[in-house]
């Protein structure tokens, strides 16, 4: 099966500095999406984005297919942004093993 | 419209007892699968049902079964339960390729 590979594992940064996060894929895919985790274990939807890029607020995404990689980017990060975020793809949604974001105050 | 929901939240069983979760789908959404979330972990598929069959399923022991109703919606089945069954259970919704998950059912097998 397809194998995602995410990183880094851990990031910490103080609040206002920019990260890039990276998603690494094996073999090609039809569907790609962006979770961000919150305290509770709700995953919530950032990005669907199977190619292309994408921008909402101070996150984008950007996926080439053909490289097999997706990249997020979180831009004058805040504590809220704290969380795991996972990348995960195809139709059974094969999941990486999740960035884990600090951002201090 | 309410999105995923997941019930229960919380769960609390022994080893070697049934437990049955649910999953009420996203309006308008006809598959939904499930997921099996150990600490630090990321989510691992357990199967998926699309028009009230088992489409595709993961590498999970036959202990774990579901349903999937006319409604759309799902229950997750899991039998003689063992202490490395806790985790955090999550159910996704999806019409086409985007999917949308519930808030998890946390259970814990003592």
């Known amino acids: 099966g397809i194998q995602v590979e995410q990183s880094p594992p851990d990031l910490i940064l103080q609040e206002g500095a920019n990260s890039t996060l990276r998603c690494n894929f094996s073999?090609?895919?039809?569907?790609l999406q962006w979770f961000h985790q919150n305290p509770w274990g709700q995953l919530i939807n950032l990005f669907y984005i199977p190619s292309g890029t994408k921008q909402n607020g101070r996150l984008s995404a950007t996926t080439v297919a053909t490289e097999r990689y997706s990249l997020l980017y979180i831009s004058s990060s805040q504590t809220t942004d704290s969380g795991v975020y996972f990348c995960a793809v195809e139709v059974d949604m094969r999941f990486g093993a999740g960035t884990r974001l600090t951002v201090k105050p | 419209d309410a999105g995923v929901t997941q019930s229960p939240t919380h769960l609390i069983k022994t080893r070697g007892q049934q437990v049955t979760l649910r999953c009420s789908p996203k309006?308008?959404?006809?598959?939904v699968s499930w997921y099996q979330q150990a600490l630090g972990q990321g989510p691992q598929f357990i199967f998926q049902y699309y028009e009230e069959e088992e489409r595709q399923r993961g590498n999970f022991p036959d202990r774990f079964s579901g349903h999937q109703f006319p409604n759309y919606s799902s229950e997750l089945n899991v039998n003689a339960l063992l202490l490395g069954d806790s985790a955090l259970y999550l159910c996704a919704s999806s019409l086409g390729s985007e999917a949308f998950f519930g808030q998890g059912t946390r259970l814990t097998v003592v």
């Open positions: 073999d090609s895919v039809n569907n």
């Open positions: 309006s308008g959404h006809d598959t």
